[in-house]
T-cell receptor
Framework: DAKTTQPNSMESNEEEPVHLPCNHS???????IHWYRQLPSQGPEYVIH???SNVNNRMASLAIAEDRKSSTLILHRATLRDAAVYYC???????????????FGQGTILTVHP | NAGVTQTPKFQVLKTGQSMTLQCAQD?????MYWYRQDPGMGLRLIYY???????DKGEVPNGYNVSRLNKREFSLRLESAAPSQTSVYFC??????????????FGDGTRLSIL
């Protein structure tokens, strides 16, 4: 799987929008962009994924650059419960020993202030 | 809405003891995974099961064995625990691992300390 680059940390105020960036300049044409988050003392939680078009779900929006070399996870109104580590992960065609494996980097630690 | 259930949530072992971590999913998923997470490191894949009846090694399989008991259950066994296996263990499942557009669903983890 190709590598992603995220800022180590970001801060936000409650009820404000948060834009979490991710760079993936070596993305291949078949790689999906996945976002997960991990709240303290919990397992990773799927947030959203996309291929080329922007995506929305009840948790967040995913904006994908036209060249697909970067993407942004958008939390429209941050709450204290959104404080977590956010991981941007590329998923390509699986095979061999990496069958379906998710490669977690260091992610972005999001702090939300009341 | 159970999703992926792991037991136990916490465990303390002595070096050389054995134990089995249990994982069950109720989403009718074909693929299941065991990861470990250590401080300052991302999750690392220990073993996976692409479908019922198959298991394969991941990145860090040494010291572990797994059993895909049925479609729902995937257990991880430490035969002779070592302090280096102190970690948080996560089980995950997905519809089918080869589908790169399918998410993985994780349990809340088992926190294992080996003295």
């Amino acid at each position: 799987d190709a590598k992603t680059t995220q800022p180590n940390s970001m801060e936000s105020n409650e009820e404000e929008p948060v834009h979490l960036p991710c760079n993936h300049s070596t993305i291949s044409g078949t790689d999906y962009i996945h976002w997960y988050r991990q709240l303290p003392s919990q397992g990773p939680e799927y947030v959203i994924h996309g291929l080329t078009s922007n995506v929305n779900n009840r948790m967040a929006s995913l904006a994908i650059a036209e060249d697909r070399k970067s993407s942004t996870l958008i939390l429209h109104r941050a709450t204290l419960r959104d404080a977590a580590v956010y991981y941007c992960i590329l998923r390509g065609n699986a095979g061999g020993t990496s069958y379906g494996k998710l490669t977690f980097g260091q992610g972005t630690i999001l702090t939300v202030h009341p | 809405n159970a999703g992926v259930t792991q037991t136990p949530k916490f465990q303390v072992l002595k070096t050389g003891q054995s134990m089995t971590l249990q994982c069950a999913q109720d989403m009718n998923h074909n693929s299941m995974y065991w990861y470990r997470q250590d401080p300052g490191m991302g999750l690392r894949l220990i073993y996976y099961s692409a479908s019922e009846g198959t298991t394969d090694k991941g990145e860090v399989p040494n010291g572990y064995n797994v059993s895909r008991l049925n479609k729902r259950e995937f257990s991880l066994r430490l035969e002779s625990a070592a302090p280096s296996q102190t970690s948080v263990y996560f089980c995950a499942s997905s519809v089918r691992g080869s589908y790169s557009n399918q998410p993985q669903h994780f349990g809340d983890g088992t926190r294992l300390s080996i003295l």
